[in-house]
């Protein structure tokens, strides 16, 4: 049985207690629901990956409520530190080198010597955070390679009877998941998000390097089927094909619209719920059309997300 926690003292309460007890619960954060778990317990975190059946290779985000959190268990560089000022707390992930003494679960970091830190502004997660007192570790609250969740009926759907409880928040406003960089020495970003590029190299004063798998629109080898729907789905498409469902932006229309007025913010938005819509509306044997989204703020987050939810299933 998983129970619905009310986003008040008494539901915020009751999350920090599971989590102290080594149970994981989803909460809501400003970019997507994330499926938290004590992040210094090696059963709490197996448990995260158990309920997402995710592969235990891929590493976890640490979640914590500020900076002096985060310095208790990673080493923050003079650019993580430009970063973190400017950004945290918000839609910003910094891969750090992991302390020595840091208390983290190997099973977090996967057994690298860096770890992903992330302050959330989302009023609900500052306040669990805060509660339970300790840093959470959390991957995106849906089962793996499936659509991240952006309230909390979409976390029901996938994970309701393998988790303790979820926090209910209401909708994510940001939408996409965070931004990841590693901060130093050289800045490179390793997956567009929920900040957009142009606020990050503006704050730097200069472009960022790009990781292997950020920014890549032509490298298919790189894309693994993340985010997937069930229905098949098409890219840059200005018109439905016959059976397609087509998802429209701006002046192209669709059955459904990422954004009517065109507007970037407001697509990221409802990206993850609009691939829900069009999956249902398709149904598993039906196909999905994206009209083309440009290719700039949180544009870029946007069709990051969509070519890997377009990839050839793995
Ligand atoms: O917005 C978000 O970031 C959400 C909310 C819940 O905070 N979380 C999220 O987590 O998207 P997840 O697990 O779905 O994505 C974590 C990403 C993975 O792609 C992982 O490879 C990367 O972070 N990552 C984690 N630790 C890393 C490390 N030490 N070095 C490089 N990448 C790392
Ligand atoms: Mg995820």
């Given at each position: 049985m998983t129970i619905t926690l009310a986003s008040d003292e008494d539901g915020i309460a009751k999350a920090a207690a599971l989590l102290a007890a080594g149970d994981v619960v989803a909460f809501p954060t400003e970019t997507v629901y994330g499926l938290g778990g004590d992040a210094r317990s090696d059963r709490a975190v197996a448990r995260i990956y158990a309920a997402k059946a995710r592969p235990g290779f891929n590493p976890l985000i640490v979640h914590l409520p500020d900076l002096a959190a985060v310095e208790a268990v990673a080493v923050v560089g003079p650019k993580a530190r430009a970063l973190a000022a400017a950004f945290w707390p918000g839609p910003l992930t910094l891969v750090l080198p992991l302390r020595a003494d840091s208390g983290i679960s190997p099973l977090v970091s996967a057994g690298l010597a860096t770890v992903a830190v992330r302050v959330p502004a989302h009023p609900v997660a500052q306040r669990l955070l805060r509660a339970f007192g300790g840093p959470v570790a959390a991957p995106?609250?849906?089962?793996?390679?499936r659509v991240s969740p952006t309230r909390a009926d979409h976390v029901l759907d996938g994970l309701s009877g393998r988790i303790a409880a979820v926090l209910d928040g209401g909708p994510c406003a940001v939408g996409v998941e965070s931004t990841i960089v590693l901060a130093d020495p050289d800045p490179v970003l390793l997956r567009p998000g929920g900040l957009p590029l142009e606020a990050l190299e503006a704050a730097m004063g200069g472009p960022l390097a790009m990781g292997d798998d950020a920014g890549k629109p032509n490298a298919p080898g790189q894309l693994s089927s993340h985010y997937a729907p069930a229905a098949g789905l098409r890219l840059a498409a200005t018109q439905a094909r016959p059976g397609e469902v087509l998802v429209g932006f701006g002046a192209v229309k669709g059955a459904l619209s990422l954004s009517a007025t065109g507007d970037l913010v407001e697509a990221a938005s409802r990206l993850f719920q609009t691939l829900r819509e069009a999956d249902r509306l398709a149904g598993p044997a039906g196909h999905i059309a994206f009209a083309p989204v440009p290719e700039h703020g949180l544009g870029r987050a946007i069709n990051d997300r969509l070519r890997r939810a377009a990839a050839p299933r793995a």
């Open positions: 995106s609250a849906n089962p793996s390679g």
